[in-house]
């Protein structure tokens, strides 16, 4: 059976491919300590459960308007207006079945063949998938290490060509947890507005920002800037509900009711009862999230500092969500491997540690490390990590 050309250039996801693989050694009876995992630890909030057995008590089980219910979408207007003093509308707004399915129903309504969107590296894997499966083309600009990861506006700007629909902004980043500031966004919005590109803002990790960080919103730096951006966000990170799979998007009206047009024919709505659970993830307490990303900040501050520790390893400390992306290529080297994806296999294979290989976000130099998980875990994975090197430069 020949299948369709659109799934024959798919890359398959780096993060799921590593995590099988320590699911298989975990299962054979090995001690595997994944730090592949791009979800919190942490159970989604009692309140949150509680408002959905309630809403299933209550009947809420069929099916909502396309772009979701009117009353989760309130409740996101509030979110935007408390935390961004952004105002949207309700046709504003779609709720989707998570905020990767909001980016494909975007990048679909959006490209035609051919059609560029600027891709900053490192990049979340399912960018660039994500636009070539809508016939777009991915066209990468390099943030630089030596820049924290972030492009400039004139490398931006040299990167635009005739063809250019989108670029996509993830602040905080993953894989990097590299913000940008409200000069540095500026100065990008400044550009976009001129060559009239459409910013694609991913907020997803907005809630987790740490020391005297703070987290802006490019949409919410100027009217101009607001029209010409499209907000990704959702509850999956900020409320520990990735498996309730939703997430929304913020924009103009056009392309909001173009998605909810292409909603309504893939998948008609998203899971009412995730969706009342999201109305009191945004209405009840938000000591929860607080908490979270109390516990996330104490697990970075510790373990940063072991990790740099481990000889051929740098690493610039993240600012935002839960991830830290060392550059490896020395210890690689210092180990014997020709490639940093061959020194994440043998860690594996050696010490069962799971890591996830820069390669798949476009910077083949690094790696990934979640510390979503607990402090005596992401001790152990670094200290085997340390002994894994140690042990290679002495042979």
Not at 81 to 97: F, G, H, K, L, N
Request: proline share 5%; with cysteine; charged share 20%.
């Amino acid at each position: 059976m020949k299948l369709a050309k659109r799934v024959s250039t798919l890359t398959p996801s780096t993060t799921l491919a590593i995590t099988a693989k320590a699911k298989q050694l975990k299962a054979e009876g090995h001690d595997v300590i994944g730090l592949g995992a791009g979800e919190p630890d942490f159970n989604t909030p009692k309140h949150i459960i509680e408002e959905a057995y309630k809403a299933m008590e209550e009947g809420h089980t069929k099916y909502t308007p396309s772009g979701g219910l009117v009353s989760l979408k309130e409740a996101i207007i509030e979110k935007f207006q408390v935390d961004q003093q952004i105002t949207y509308r309700p046709s504003e707004i779609i709720v989707c079945s998570g905020a990767k399915h909001a980016l494909y129903t975007l990048f679909q309504v959006l490209l035609d063949e051919g059609d560029e969107v600027i891709i900053p590296t490192p990049y979340w894997v399912s960018y660039p998938e994500q636009v070539k499966l809508a016939g777009g083309t991915p066209k990468f600009i390099e943030g630089q290490e030596s820049n924290s990861f972030k492009i400039t506006p004139d490398q931006l700007k040299e990167a635009i060509t005739d063809r250019t629909k989108a670029v996509i902004i993830n602040s905080p980043s993953n894989p990097t947890g590299m913000l940008y500031s409200a000069d540095e966004l500026r100065a990008l919005g400044d550009i976009c507005l001129e060559y009239d590109i459409l910013i694609v803002s991913d907020e997803i990790y907005e809630k987790l920002i740490y020391g005297e960080n703070k987290h802006v919103s490019i949409a919410q730096l100027s009217p101009a800037l607001k029209e010409q951006t499209i907000i990704i966000n959702g509850v999956s990170k900020s409320h520990s509900m990735t498996g309730w799979r939703i997430g929304y998007a913020a924009g103009n009206e056009t392309i909001i009711k173009a998605m909810t047009n292409l909603a309504s024919h893939s998948t008609s709505n998203p899971t009412s009862i995730a969706q009342f659970a999201t109305i009191a993830a945004y209405k009840g307490s938000q000591q929860p999230v607080e908490e979270m990303r109390q516990a996330f900040e104490s697990r970075l501050n510790t373990i940063y500092e072991q990790l740099v520790q481990i000889p051929g390893f740098s690493c610039i400390k993240p600012q935002g969500a839960f991830y830290l992306f060392p550059n490896v290529k020395e210890a690689a080297t210092l180990t014997g491997f020709n490639h940093v994806d061959e020194f994440a296999k043998a860690l594996l294979e050696e010490e069962k540690v799971a890591i996830v290989p820069g390669s798949g976000f476009g910077a083949p130099d690094n790696v990934r490390l979640s510390y979503a998980t607990s402090l005596e875990l992401l001790e152990e994975a670094v200290s085997r990590m340390k002994r894994f090197v140690e042990k290679k430069i002495t042979h």
